[in-house]
């Protein structure tokens, strides 16, 4: 088989509105709040009910300037979810935090809101979740905690574009939020990234951090911070118009039509592997009302209980043309970032609490990664369905059992 899963699809007029921004003499610079950038963040904001939105270069730059605008310091110490991409928090290295990884739920791959409470000590100052796969947390529970310690809660929606928690969006219940908009996301700029939050002094410091002279100008009205629109706080974050243009167009075009899709799709998929073959469909918590753009699909197996190897496994299917993979996704804090004390950044010693994280581990080791397959590729899925069931019969496994 071919390649036969691209993300993101190909828009044939995209080339078109591209040019049209170009033709019309619109800036391909832009240093205020005006424009595309206004548009798109206005409707970014207003879809999720939140006052303030910014656009950033990237997703990891989003979860820097919320850092940053949530006053993180050296010392600071910050609970976070051990599974995830590792931008979910690298970047509150840089400003001396303390990372303690809380481990996450077997089934969702989720924060394990159980296990969060027994990690707070005085200097604990945040907690950061994600929402796996496109699945939310229990958002409930972390503000519950949040509360009762008077932490503050950010939310990396990188992987959750439109999940729903109980008819919610995910982006809605933290202090801040924030997606990236780059290349494989639902919606894609090819990179860039955006914030939300409904506190005016945190969307102002994030202003600061990326912008300078005009966007302060007419963003920042604290006068604390009046004295700091020239220079900002030095960094230049600012999305490329271009990348703007081409989610604001898909973002009003087809966003939510891609999200249908992709559920229509998906659920089929996952019926028949659920019903034919000894791959079981991904878990979802009764809070979920929607996967949203569902970024990622990855079945789960008992692979050691089964008696299956599987690596061999994956391989055996791509040596048949299929596109699937073990989960690049790892626990975070195996990463040299963070065991390795000869690249330490930041103020402090990137330390960790020692700890198994034996439910992420056994999380990790039970999924594998096929395509998000959004168009109605029915006959491809089918011809996925009938390999996997070869392979399962080849090993005496069928639908689940031995």
């Keep these: 088989m071919e390649k036969n899963f691209y993300w993101p699809p190909k828009i044939k007029e995209l080339g078109d509105i591209v040019k049209k921004y170009i033709d019309t003499g619109k800036p391909l610079s832009i240093a205020d709040d005006g424009g595309i950038y206004k548009e798109l963040e206005e409707s970014f904001s207003k879809l999720h009910n939140r006052k303030y939105g ?15 605008a949530l006053d993180i310091l050296p010392g600071d110490e910050i609970i976070c979810t051990v599974y995830s991409y590792h931008a979910t928090i690298t970047p509150a290295l840089h400003l001396g935090a303390k990372i303690i990884f809380c481990d ?7 924060i394990d809101c159980t296990k969060i409470e027994k990690l707070i000590t005085p200097k604990t100052k945040l907690i950061v979740t994600n929402d796996q796969w496109g699945h939310p947390c229990d958002k409930d529970k972390i503000l519950e905690i949040c509360k009762k310690y008077s932490l503050k809660y950010l939310e990396d929606c990188s992987h959750a574009h439109f999940s729903e928690y ?8 933290g202090d801040v939020a924030c997606w990236s908009l780059q290349g494989n996301k639902l919606l894609s700029g090819g990179e860039g990234g955006i914030l939300l939050t409904d506190n005016q002094e945190i969307y102002e410091k994030a202003v600061l951090l990326g912008h300078n002279l005009k966007r302060p100008a007419k963003s920042v009205r604290n006068i604390k911070y009046k004295s700091l629109e020239r ?57 979920v009302t929607s996967m949203g753009a569902w970024y990622g699909f990855k079945p789960w197996a008992n692979f050691k209980e089964l008696g299956i190897d599987r690596i061999d496994f994956v391989k055996w299917m791509k040596k048949r043309g299929f596109q699937i993979d073990i989960p690049k996704s790892d ?6 970032l963070f065991t390795n004390k000869d ?29 998000t397959f959004t168009f109605e590729e029915y006959k491809i899925i089918d011809k996925y369905i009938d390999y996997i069931k070869e392979y399962g019969e080849k090993n005496n496994v069928r639908n689940n059992k031995r």
């Design 104 to 110: 996450v739920e077997e089934d969702t791959g989720n």
């Design 166 to 173: 109980k008819g919610k969006y995910t982006g809605t219940f």
């Design 331 to 336: 626990l975070i804090s195996n990463y040299q």
């Design 54 to 68: 910014l656009l950033v270069s990237s997703g990891t730059m989003a979860l820097y300037s919320a850092f940053f």
């Design 231 to 287: 220079t900002g706080y030095g960094l230049k974050l600012r999305m490329h118009p271009l990348a703007a243009v081409i989610v604001m167009h898909q973002l009003k075009n087809y966003c939510f039509k891609w999200i249908e899709k992709r559920k229509k799709t998906l659920n089929y998929f996952e019926k028949r592997l659920q019903e034919e073959t000894f791959l079981n469909k991904m878990p979802k918590r009764n809070y």
């Design 343 to 371: 690249f330490k950044i930041g103020y402090f010693e990137n330390t960790i609490e020692n700890s198994e994280f034996t439910q992420a581990k056994k999380y990790h080791e039970r999924i594998v990664s096929l395509p």
